[in-house]
Nanobody
């Protein structure tokens, strides 16, 4: 079992920044991919970014490239999502997820999920 706990969400004005964190526990994560997904009202859960814990390879959704950065902290067993230049359309609940597949983009590929953290971007 892998337990994931997100933090760092909140309310920010358009153009602002937030840093989401995901604390992982329960298993050695060296063979896992850690992903971030967002779920806005009326929309499907969407891939945001992912990182391979072992290699550090990353993947991003096109609309967040250049604005969001995913990173991992091996010592603290945490994954971060630095979100800059936020837009109102980034408003959603953001979820951290983990799976042993390599950088999957579809939410059905992830086995473990956190409870989510709300990000609200005002215009």
């Amino acid at each position: 079992q892998v337990q994931l706990v997100e933090s760092g969400g909140g309310l920010v004005q358009a153009g602002g920044s937030l840093r989401l964190s995901c604390a992982a526990s329960g298993r050695t994560l060296s063979s896992y991919t850690m992903g971030w997904f967002c779920h806005a009202p009326g929309k499907e859960r969407a891939f945001v970014a992912a990182i391979s814990w072992s290699s550090g390879s990353t993947a991003y959704r096109d609309s967040v490239k250049g604005r969001f950065t995913i990173s991992r902290d091996n010592a603290e067993n945490m994954v971060h999502l630095q979100m800059n230049s936020l837009k109102p359309e980034d408003t959603a609940v953001y979820y951290c997820a983990a799976d042993q597949k390599f950088l999957p983009r579809d939410y059905s590929s992830y086995r473990y999920w956190g409870q989510g953290t709300q990000v609200t971007v005002s215009s």
